[in-house]
């Protein structure tokens, strides 16, 4: 094995290239933006016009192809796989309002679509033939344009030139959507629901959030469709087109140089594999060598405790919990009593989910005393602010050991029932 450490030298460049974008003047963002969105037009042109061939269609129809999108308008993306929760019909709940934004006379926006459902998937193949028949539209052909088949190529070019990528998950479903990332290096900017990444990177500075951070039923589709638009005309359209006399949209250039210098150098694959290296691979390779050196007492240590906890482990159980409140906390009082299993091989922990803006607890309770006339039942305590409700908070019981990586290793767990 390599020296271990030496690898932290690679995401520094990044914040480097990020903070050079505060030297680069307006105009050439905007002139990098606006060569950007034209190359690609044209390659959307050429892949739509391939499309439409492929379908047989009439010379007419190709010509039309050839000549789709207009370099020059505030262009959206939108591609994905097309599945419920991406909402891929979300934009068009209202057909009407969105030909008029479409067509805006002062504030035109075009949109490029590219996605595949799955064979089996009817839903999303119904998805993809309504987005394909309003393509179709004589009204707005020459602005929206659906691509068969997102692939890589096409992510590449839709990642390099379009102005807003537009995801539209319902929340909370999105791992992480990392189509929106690509478009940071690049100077585009996202519009999304609070999901995924852009649950973690959105300011109002760098671009723009569809609704709340609440989870809805089905009932929020409709809302945060009517928020789309809402932003697209009153925020998004107007800010792109609002030039001053050399042309350049100061405001929109500005939102663009804040999104590439403060979310680059962190929503990025270096970023992910620096985090990997640290958080995963790092502690693995320590732990490893730990456990191996000479006569490796540690992983035979590790082995008799995991041997002692799927033996013994079921032998726990819990006596009563309490709560009572003082002075702005919570104080948990906890009776566990811990079969055949040695005190010092588990944790007893107070956890709460992350909820409404809360954080996740997760407390190891103290250790007081034994409880009396037992055979090893301990008390265990634990105080936590009670800006949320007591009932937030279940007792667990959790293996524990210094080397040991839990749930990894050893996933034994206790929750306490009321
Ligand atoms: C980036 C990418 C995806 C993943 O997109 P998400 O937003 O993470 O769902 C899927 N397909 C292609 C071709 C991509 O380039």
């Known amino acids: ?11 520094p460049r990044l914040d480097e290239a990020a903070r050079a974008v505060a030297q680069v003047p307006d105009e050439e963002l905007w002139d990098h933006r606006a060569a950007a969105r034209q190359t690609l037009v044209q390659y959307v042109r050429r892949r739509y016009e391939a499309n439409v061939r ?13 000549h789709a999108l207009d370099p020059n308008r505030l262009t959206l993306g939108f591609a994905r796989r097309f599945t419920d929760y991406k909402r891929p019909g979300l934009l068009l709940q209202d057909e009407d309002r969105l030909v008029r934004i479409l067509r805006h006379p002062d504030r035109p926006v075009q949109r490029v679509a590219a996605g595949k459902a799955h064979p089996r998937d009817d839903v999303g193949k119904a998805m993809i033939q309504r987005m394909v028949r309003f393509s179709w539209r004589e009204d707005v052909r020459d602005r929206v ?21 537009i995801n539209n998950p319902r929340r909370p479903m999105e791992a992480c959507g990392t189509s929106g990332m690509k478009m940071l290096v690049n100077g585009g900017l996202q519009c999304s629901t609070l999901d995924g990444w852009w649950d973690e990177a959105f300011s109002p ?17 409709a809302e945060d469709g009517l928020a789309l638009y809402g932003l697209i005309e009153r925020e998004i359209a107007p800010e792109f087109y609002a030039r001053d006399r050399d042309g350049v949209p100061r405001a929109w250039i500005q939102r663009v140089r804040a999104s590439m210098m403060r979310l680059t150098p962190q929503f990025s694959a270096d970023r992910m594999v620096k985090d990997y290296v640290e958080r ?6 320590r732990a490893y060598r730990r456990r191996s050196g000479e006569g490796a007492p540690v992983a035979l240590d590790l082995e008799a405790w995991l041997a002692r906890l799927d033996d013994a ?17 919570w104080e948990f009082v906890v009776q566990a009593y811990l079969g055949e299993v040695s005190p010092d091989t588990v944790a007893v922990q107070l956890y709460a989910d992350e909820i409404d803006g809360e954080g996740f607890t997760r407390l190891d309770m103290t250790r007081e005393s034994p ?4 055979v090893n039942g301990h008390i265990y305590r634990a105080r936590v602010p009670s800006t949320r409700p007591a009932v937030h908070f279940t007792p667990r ?18 929750w306490w029932r009321a």
């Open 397 to 414: 019981i959790v293996p524990r050991h210094p080397e040991a990586f839990v749930p990894a290793e050893a996933a034994h767990i206790l």
């Open 313 to 329: 482990f079921s032998t726990i159980r819990f006596g009563s919990v309490s709560v009572s409140a003082s002075d702005g906390h």
């Open 1 to 11: 094995m390599g020296q271990v450490g030496d690898y932290d030298s690679w995401l």
């Open 205 to 221: 500075e760098v671009g723009w959030a569809i609704g709340d951070r609440r989870e809805h039923d089905g009932r929020g589709d």
């Open 280 to 285: 995963a691979y790092l502690p693995a390779a």
């Open 54 to 66: 492929g379908r047989n269609a009439p010379e007419e129809a190709i010509r039309r192809a050839r």
């Open 145 to 165: 344009v659906f691509l068969e088949d997102y692939d890589m190529t096409l992510a590449q070019h839709l990642a390099a030139g379009v102005d807003v990528w």
């Open 371 to 374: 409880i009396h006339g037992s």
